[in-house]
């Protein structure tokens, strides 16, 4: 189907016209910022891969020194993980002062940082690792603590300053959050939020250091319609972004409060939004807290796979001295972490969700695709998937595969099956043989039934032939194909628009069977432009509104790519 896609360079990268304008754009910013000009989207994305590496927040919050970032960044390199590519410390919020010192400069806490932050930074390079910090794009940070933003009614932000400071202590990576954005009188938050970080990649650009740059913006919209217009410009200056709540933190005085459904939470309300990552720019799930209190081993096993299946920043928030080893076996799993770090960085598919699970196919660069089952539900689970299941429709197909937590291979195989523990997820590589044809363009189709209640269960609905948006069953009247015309075929038939009204009928490959898809997710019929519309009373096509939830649907991503 021929989504809008995520904008990046519209022209084809062997068109001589794009070469042409791309070394011209390349000399106006040389001639802009020289000497120290580095486009933040340029032909070498920073971040070609989703980022990995630890940070504090999510065990310690503000209850760390310099000294716990030193142990964790030792624990990273002596588990092994660093050299599996966690390779990024961050430190997170509360390293600073409430208040700037006379010439204006941020000051680290002298109480957690007794000589400063420049030799933690020299620390953490000297084992090999990049470093990471948090700043924010309002006027005091989540912690309360000196933001680089406009102060409250507005005046000089810092961003320029802290950015200098930055990269002269050799900060790689910054997290900016979005506590305590000032938006003038009239200025939309949105409007707001933009110029803020806006200015933070114009600041990056004048350092002359290449520092990642993580964004926050969306999760102060999650809920909102105005999230999918957030979403849609956070890549112009990041390479990637929180798009929602945190993952539930380490409590010391509850430490073994179970954490699963944070990790379910976070899963649901990433995995429709794969229209809007691509390499270089990545959808951030937050972090894995996979290992720590809170979650099991197979808990932990979900986490990462699920993280990977959706090509997820891997970004671990622990205390990593305290890691067993089955934990950093599982973390450090070459196999997975491959599926995470494929150059394609495709978003999983959702092929079918029942109430107890979910499978996953995520498409990767050697012609290999990655399966997971995610099994949701408090007992275990036997599955068994056809390569019918998997999308693949020749005949006598068989592909050879690989089990990525036991390493069992099969050349052979014409079904994949397991035996999953509650909670669990089974993760494969498969390589099909010729004779499987291509997989077709098949999944779920889902929207989100509200804008917000932190429910995983009822969070997503399932457009259905039967003419509806309902609770996932995983019955066949879920299944879609996207053909390349843009039309949606199910068990044969097509969704038809015609007279306002949506019903499924024979493909005729007429107008009112095609629709186009936008990048914030509205399906938009060509015969009469209007929306595809699902509520309690049915499915309709509507004149679209302003990211309506009801008109905001998540098609089978792996195939929505340019
Ligand atoms: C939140 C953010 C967390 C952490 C915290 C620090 O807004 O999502 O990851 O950075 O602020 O105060």
Known sequence: MPAQPPARPSTPKGDPMYRARSLFQLLILAALFAPCGLAANSAHPLAPLPPMGWNDWAHYQCDYTAQTILENADALVRSGLAARGYNTVTIDDCWMQKTRDSDGNLQADPQRFPNGMKPVVQAVHALGLKFGIYEDAGSETCGGFAGSGQPDGGGKAHFVEDAKLFASWGVDYLKLDGCNVYAAKGESQNAAYRTAYRAERAAL???GRPIVFSESAPAYFQGAPDWYDVLSWVRHYGQLWREGDDIATFDPKHPDAPRFQSVMWNYNYNLPLGRFQAPGNWNDADFIIGGDSGLTLAETRSQLAL???????LILSSNLSQLGAAAIAVLGNRAVLSV???PL????TLLRRTSSL??????????QDAVAVLNRSPSPLHIELSAADLGFSGSGCQFSTRDLWTGAQDTQASVLDADIAPHDTAIWKIRPAPTCGAPARMGAITRIASGLHRDAESYTLCLSSTGNAEACSGSSSESWTVTLDGALQSSARCLTAANGKVTMQACTGKAEQRWRYDLVGNLISRSDRQCLTGTREGLSVQACGHNLNSQIWSLPT????P
Do not use: F, I, T
């Open 205 to 207: 650009n004048r350092v």
């Open 307 to 313: 993280w990977s299946m959706m090509s997820a920043p």
């Open 340 to 342: 995470d770090q494929d």
């Open 345 to 348: 960085g495709r978003m999983a």
């Open 358 to 367: 979910d499978v996953l196919l995520k498409q990767l660069h050697n012609g």
């Open 558 to 561: 792996a195939w929505l790519h």
